[in-house]
């Protein structure tokens, strides 16, 4: 598969750049999620940027923001602190997780018959990412005297599905937005190599 040129421009590489950063913004920043409780596309988010965007200073501009606003989060909207410790930097294998996932999916033929695969490796990167951010934090974070997998394993089993369930959502959600671009715009498909 090769991209259009009209997919790889800059220009729509940032358009989705954008449309990322901005629903980040919303479920992260607890903007929307102060009423009701929102999922983050966090992990999401870093899937469909690797689908869209091969370059890695995506994947750092993305990192860079989720960052921010958890700094902004925690510092001026009053969200506790308890999980930013040195762990926090189990972020970057998570969400790289997910990322190197979408760019292998880029690779997918764009039709129907994809989305099993496509479902499989948003799940899979996503035990990877949960496992590494949570198993991370839970081992390296420092809040937990004497951590253990026996202790870990029950926690895993407890919030693991929640992040499946949010991660398959917004890649879902992603994936019929796209299929309803190429509807309208045929031109942003990609090509079979010749």
Do not use: K
Request: proline content about 6%; some cysteine; glycine content about 6%.
């Amino acid at each position: 598969m090769h991209r259009s040129p009209a997919l790889s421009s800059t220009r729509f590489q940032w358009t989705i750049f954008a449309i990322l950063a901005a629903v980040m913004l919303l479920t992260r920043s607890h903007a929307l999620t102060h009423m009701e409780h929102v999922p983050s596309t966090a992990v999401a988010s870093f899937f469909v940027l690797g689908y869209f965007v091969r370059r890695a200073a995506g994947f750092a501009g993305l990192f860079g923001l989720a960052y921010a606003i958890d700094v902004v989060s925690m510092s001026v909207l009053g969200v506790s602190d308890f999980c930013y410790t040195p762990a926090y930097a189990m972020l970057v294998p998570a969400y790289a997780a997910m990322w190197m996932s979408g760019r292998f999916a880029a690779n997918l033929p764009e039709r129907l018959s994809s989305l099993p695969t496509m479902a499989l490796l948003v799940g899979g990167a996503t035990v990877v990412a949960h496992l590494c951010s949570s198993g991370g934090f839970y081992f390296l974070g420092g809040r937990y005297p004497d951590p253990t997998l026996a202790e870990f394993a029950p926690r895993f089993a407890r919030y693991f599905p929640r992040a499946l369930v949010a991660s398959l959502t917004w890649s879902g959600i992603a994936a019929a937005l796209w299929a309803l671009t190429l509807s309208a715009r045929p031109d942003l498909r990609r090509e079979a190599a010749r």
